[in-house]
């Protein structure tokens, strides 16, 4: 654990007492000035070159480390080398004599480094000049490639029309969220083309993931209208968990169904806008879907 929790929250916290403190606090030190040869990195970059290893000591590294360790820590004992980094153990007293206890417990301190070398990356974004005359990077937006740095403005306007509150408050949202910009830093050389080729594979399996979830949500949302009538015929004495079972199981198929042929109808009706064929053809289906629906009802 890096942060402290407390024992007296837990259930039953008696044979779990932790210490009230963290002797050791976790702490990252970060370079407060990066460069790629002369661009300056910004922090966010920075920050996306996490590929931590961990930072092995030479045989005079660790003994001055030990050297300096200190005194023993108020009921821990000295600091010992392990393969893993370096460890304090918590000691108990048996029979007035200071016991340190073998396997890890409860409380233990181990204390390791972790460290990203320096390598190669490869950054996509803007390249400017900050306050200082340095060069630096930033994210390329394209609707203004030619604001000052510091004083980029990212906020868009929906393309649906406020009447379509529902549309227009969920895109609004998104374009909040995920701005349309390009600030690409990873470890390794890319060209430009497996640079852009990884970005169109994210950015396809986000569209992906946010659309089978808004799926299950609305399956779902249908399902949930159901369960008030489920639970009232659970409530029926001796046919109750039959009748419930019945409608739960009939509710189910209803609501996917339904929220399916919705999920396709709004797809199909975005999809007019930006891919017009595609769109027509999914609602043609649709609408041939619900057709049939409600013949075979009647």
């Known amino acids: 654990m890096s ?47 996490n590929a931590y290893e961990a930072l092995r000591q030479d045989p005079e590294m660790t003994q001055m480390i030990v050297e300096r360790s200190g005194e023993v820590l108020d009921g821990y004992s000295p600091l010992n080398v392990g393969t893993d980094g370096y460890f304090r153990s918590r000691q108990a007293e048996k029979g007035g004599q200071v016991d340190q206890f073998s396997a890890p417990q409860i409380g233990d301190i181990r204390i390791k480094w972790e460290v990203v070398h320096c390598n190669p990356i490869t ?5 400017m000049e900050n306050e200082e005359n340095e060069l630096t990077f930033r994210p390329f937006y394209p609707k203004s490639p030619n604001a ?6 990212y906020t868009e306007e929906a393309a649906c029309p406020v009447q ?74 001796l046919v109750g968990s039959l009748l419930a079972g019945i409608a739960a199981l009939a509710a189910a198929i209803f609501s996917l169904v339904w929220a399916t042929m919705l999920h396709f109808l ?33």
């Open 3 to 49: 942060h402290h929790i407390g024992s007296s929250s837990f259930h039953n916290p008696e044979p779990h007492q932790n210490p009230e403190r963290m002797p050791c606090e976790c702490a990252d030190f970060v370079q407060p000035k990066a460069y790629l040869g002369k661009y300056l990195l910004s922090q966010e970059q920075i920050a996306c070159l």
């Open 123 to 127: 950054i996509v974004a803007q390249q």
């Open 148 to 153: 000052k740095l510091g004083e980029e403005d």
């Open 164 to 237: 379509c509150i529902c549309c227009w408050g969920v895109e609004k949202c998104f374009k909040a969220v995920f701005t349309e910009t390009i600030d690409y830093c990873r470890f390794g050389t890319n060209t430009a083309d497996q640079v852009f080729d990884k970005l169109e594979e994210e950015n396809k399996s986000s569209t992906t993931l946010f659309r089978f979830g808004s799926w299950f949500l609305s399956v779902f949302g249908h399902y949930l209208l159901f369960s008030p009538i489920i639970a009232l015929l659970n409530w029926i004495p």
């Open 266 to 298: 709004v797809l199909a009706v975005a999809w007019i806008v930006y891919r017009p064929l595609f769109g027509i053809l999914m609602l043609a289906g649709v609408g041939a879907a619900l057709a049939l629906m409600f013949l075979t009802g009647n």
